[in-house]
């Protein structure tokens, strides 16, 4: 299994942005302050809880310039699993065969007036909260 797709929207500098990965060695490279650890951040909302120590706190400054929703979306795509990685992670999948995938979709929220993020995280193609990102 390898992280194949990774669609950002409303996050920092990243709007509508979507980067396709190759099973294997990936390269992240660039100038600074184009983008390349709000991508690494953008991932981590998508995989883990707000209550760990890994978990990344939202300010109202990681809401795009250009996000007139004050939505953030990050949806991983996962391709290439395993039988055994299919029934590990059976709430994620896509079942599509021959091309099974796995998906994780994230929304964050921000209400200016009561100053609270409201979050939702889903897995599968199935939509949910703000509805499912669809696989292209």
Same mark, same amino acid.
């Given at each position: 299994?390898?992280l194949?797709?990774?669609?950002?929207?409303?996050?920092? *500098?990243? *709007?509508?942005?979507?980067?396709? !990965? #190759?099973?294997?060695?990936?390269?992240?490279?660039?100038?600074n *302050?184009?983008g390349?650890?709000?991508l690494?951040? /953008?991932?981590?909302l998508?995989?883990t809880?707000?209550?760990?120590?890994?978990g990344?706190?939202?300010?109202?400054?990681?809401?795009g310039?250009? *996000? /007139?929703?004050?939505?953030?979306?990050?949806? !991983? &795509?996962?391709?290439?699993?395993?039988?055994?990685?299919?029934?590990?992670? !059976?709430? !994620?999948?896509?079942?599509?065969p021959?091309?099974?995938?796995?998906?994780? #979709?994230?929304?964050?929220?921000?209400d200016?007036?009561?100053?609270? &993020?409201?979050?939702?995280?889903w897995?599968?193609d199935?939509?949910?909260?703000?509805?499912?990102?669809?696989y292209?």
């Amino acid at each position: 299994m390898y992280l194949a797709k990774i669609f950002i929207s409303g996050f920092r *500098n990243l *709007n509508d942005f979507t980067i396709c !990965l #190759h099973p294997g060695c990936n390269v992240i490279l660039g100038e600074n *302050n184009i983008g390349k650890t709000n991508l690494l951040d /953008a991932i981590r909302l998508a995989l883990t809880t707000t209550y760990g120590s890994e978990g990344i706190r939202l300010l109202p400054d990681d809401i795009g310039r250009q *996000n /007139a929703t004050n939505t953030i979306a990050v949806s !991983l &795509w996962f391709e290439q699993l395993s039988q055994d990685e299919e029934a590990e992670f !059976l709430d !994620l999948l896509n079942f599509h065969p021959p091309m099974t995938t796995a998906s994780i #979709h994230y929304t964050a929220t921000y209400d200016q007036q009561t100053e609270r &993020w409201s979050t939702n995280r889903w897995g599968g193609d199935r939509p949910q909260g703000d509805g499912g990102i669809p696989y292209v």
